[in-house]
């Protein structure tokens, strides 16, 4: 008798549990997964692409050794069109292929001036910049206020590291040193195009 109240009891909380799992995935739906990398996470205003460019990197080519972590860490010179209406221009630099399950934030700068059209190489470290004036600093995710470069761990094979460029239609009110989340809260919404350059690095052998 007990037996049989079991295998009368299980089956129904068996089926409840199974319309509770539709009902929850039905609710959250594919679609509700965030994007990891930021520049897929801000919507832009224009569809027409910010494309940024560098003499040091071509897409898909490699950092020079100089731009690593390993060597003399200097920050890649980037270039761009200007956008019309851009106040200001942000950018960031993320490792989607870090083993830390999410993208490695290795530079993250704003407020470059509205009328600039790229960066030159080794930005200096520190919250505030002096070339191009008036550029602010973040915090990467190797505690650094300002350029980490690439420092793939040995073993670890091929990374790619995703060169993120923002056209805004403000500069952002926010603090030398503040990470990536608080960057993205304040840039959201005021994104007016956006653009991408991807380049790779390995570990030195």
Known sequence: MGQGRERGIWPRRGL??????ALLLAACGPGDASPELLIDRL??????????????????????TRQSAYADNLSPA?????TPGAQSYALVIEDPDSRGGHPFAHWLIWNIP??????PEGVPQGGLVARPAGAVQG?????????????PPSGTGVHHYVIELFALDERLDLKA??????????MK???IAKGRLVA????PR
């Open 43 to 64: 919507a832009a205003q224009r569809p027409a692409p910010l494309q940024p460019t560098s003499m040091d990197l071509a897409v898909g080519g490699a950092f020079a």
């Open 139 to 151: 915090t990467s995710d190797a505690h650094t206020v300002g350029y980490f470069g690439p420092h």
């Open 114 to 119: 509205g009328d600039a059209v790229g960066l």
């Open 16 to 21: 409840a549990l199974t319309a509770l799992a």
């Open 189 to 191: 919404g005021h994104v």
């Open 200 to 203: 790779t690095a390995t570990a």
């Open 78 to 82: 980037l270039a761009w069109a200007v």
């Open 177 to 186: 040193g503040r990470p990536l989340a608080d960057m993205e809260q304040a």
